[in-house]
């Protein structure tokens, strides 16, 4: 998840118009953390859409849209066990039932990506 000059410039919100007005005046730069979308879904649980960032960007306390919180940050470790990735993760997501009477579970994402 280390930037490039390109993945960066897809993080950033469109400075032209309005929001580029506003983030001006406000001095703030208008630069995103980089972050994973995720959607979560499983039979008879509400899904669940939300995004996870890495601890170690350097936006991650200035997100222009203060999307970031707390428990959506994470830490990848190295990957050891896939030779196409150089990072991997597990994450804990909750669902919801559906229904009143449907209990909570608990799942474990395992992500794997190549570091850019």
């Not at 118009?17 to 995103?32: C, F, Q, S, Y």
């Not at 953390?33 to 649980?45: K, Q």
């Amino acid at each position: 998840m280390k930037e490039t000059q390109l993945a960066r410039n897809a993080n950033h919100v469109f400075l032209p118009g309005p929001a580029g007005v506003l983030l001006n005046l406000l001095d703030r730069h208008p630069m995103r953390p980089a972050h994973i979308h995720l959607m979560v879904s499983a039979p008879e649980y509400r899904t669940v859409t939300t995004q996870i960032y890495p601890k170690e960007d350097p936006y991650v306390k200035t997100d222009t849209v203060f999307a970031v919180k707390p428990d959506l940050l994470v830490d990848f470790k190295p990957s050891d066990k896939d030779p196409k990735a150089t990072l991997d993760l597990e994450y804990n997501v909750v669902l919801a039932p559906k229904s009143p009477a449907g209990s909570v579970s608990f799942f474990t994402l395992k992500i794997s990506c190549r570091r850019t």
